[in-house]
């Protein structure tokens, strides 16, 4: 199978005596060592990563990445995937939470339609990148085929060029819209983790008990049949095959675009479930990506935490949230703002006169 060239490109890390220095200028301001807890936290690992001494969340960009299922058809999501295509306008007359969201924080927001069943031309404000009408149905055969996953990954990566090229984006969130993508989200996690079904699958948009148990039953067939046609769940567990057999056109879109911006130096904030799942698939996939990431959210899809778990490290938010659209991750970025605030603007001890010295 032929990998985009794009992919063998090198990912940098933090350069620790910026971090460092970050820390001993977050001992210096005039608080408690530490008593800003992880708002420090977030301003020393960004200047870390950013290496400089001042940290910076802004100009922050949200790319939106649609695309359908075929396996939406096994009834697996509690919303039709119409619903999908019906977004699309919603997003496109600025209508959805994503839109408000972005729209409040200041940040600009692209849609990207890399694979919806939409006849025709695709929505006003919707950037038309179809690669296939939705993906085939995971559950019989390969949800797409290595070109198909292979330019859907190019076509994230090359959103987050667009990006930089166009506002200098210091700051990346991924959205995506595409009805059954928890499925999705789930199989691409039960293989590269090599888990079953039950604890990774959840209500997703809102199932019931027994739609959960109808969503579980899909995803181990689909698991099951894609080990048995690679001779073993190690062959799954391999990051391409697990991202294009049992993926999704918009969660390969947002791995592609998680490397890419670990690549280039920009720092990822991740939103919940599917984004979890896209983000440990980049990390598979590319090692080195996990640095550039920070969890923006636990998701309240109950497999989310074993993303977390997975990748390693805290969501900022415990929100209750379970959206998608990159809306967990949106919600983080005041705080952000916040932390490089602080970090920048605050007065040291020696600027204020305040004795820095604890009483013994
Ligand atoms: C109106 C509406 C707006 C949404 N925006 C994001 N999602 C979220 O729900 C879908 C995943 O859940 P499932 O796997 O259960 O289908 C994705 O489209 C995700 O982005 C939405 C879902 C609905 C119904
Ligand atoms: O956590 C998410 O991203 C999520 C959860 C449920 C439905 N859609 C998205």
Not at 16 to 40: C, H, I, M, V
């Amino acid at each position: 199978m032929n990998q985009p060239e794009w992919l063998d490109e090198s990912i940098p890390e933090a350069h620790p005596q910026y971090a460092e220095q970050a820390q001993a200028r977050q001992d210096q301001l005039t608080k408690p060592p530490g008593s800003l807890g992880r708002l420090e936290e977030i301003a020393i690992q960004l200047a870390g990563l950013q290496q400089t001494a001042h940290p910076v969340v802004d100009p922050v960009q949200i790319t939106l990445f649609a695309g359908d299922h075929g396996i939406a058809k096994d009834g697996v999501s509690a919303f039709d995937p119409v619903v999908t295509l019906q977004m699309m306008e919603n997003f496109s007359n600025g209508g959805a939470a994503i839109c408000v969201m972005s729209e409040e924080i200041g940040a600009e927001l692209e849609v990207v339609d890399v694979g919806t069943r939409w006849q025709g031309a695709v929505p006003r404000a919707v950037r038309d990148e179809r690669i296939a009408p939705g993906t085939a149905n995971m559950r019989r055969q390969p949800a797409m085929t290595d070109e198909q996953f292979g330019a859907a990954l190019t076509s994230g990566a090359r959103a987050v060029d667009r990006a930089i090229e166009k506002n200098g984006t210091r700051v990346f969130i991924a959205g995506e819209m595409g009805i059954a993508n928890t499925t999705a989200a789930a199989a691409v996690v039960g293989a590269l983790l090599n888990k079953a079904a039950p604890g990774l699958v959840g209500p997703g948009t809102g199932h019931d008990a027994s739609g959960v148990r109808r969503k579980a039953q899909a995803v181990d067939d689909t698991l099951a049949l894609h080990r048995d046609q690679l001779g073993g769940a190690a062959a799954l567990a391999a990051p391409w095959e697990a991202g294009r057999r049992v993926g999704g056109l918009e969660l390969a879109a947002m791995t592609g675009a998680y490397i890419r911006c670990a690549q280039r130096g920009v720092v990822i904030v991740l939103d919940g479930f599917i984004s979890g799942a896209a983000a440990l698939l980049a990390e598979r996939l590319r090692p080195g990506c996990r640095g550039w990431m920070i969890l923006g959210h636990n998701s309240a899809e109950p497999g989310h935490h074993r993303i977390v778990a997975a990748l390693g490290g805290r969501p900022l938010l415990e929100f209750n949230m379970r959206l998608g659209e990159g809306s967990g991750a949106a919600t983080a970025v005041p705080l952000m703002r916040m932390a490089c605030a602080i970090h920048n603007r605050m007065a040291t001890f020696a600027e204020a006169g305040v004795t820095p010295e604890g009483q013994g």
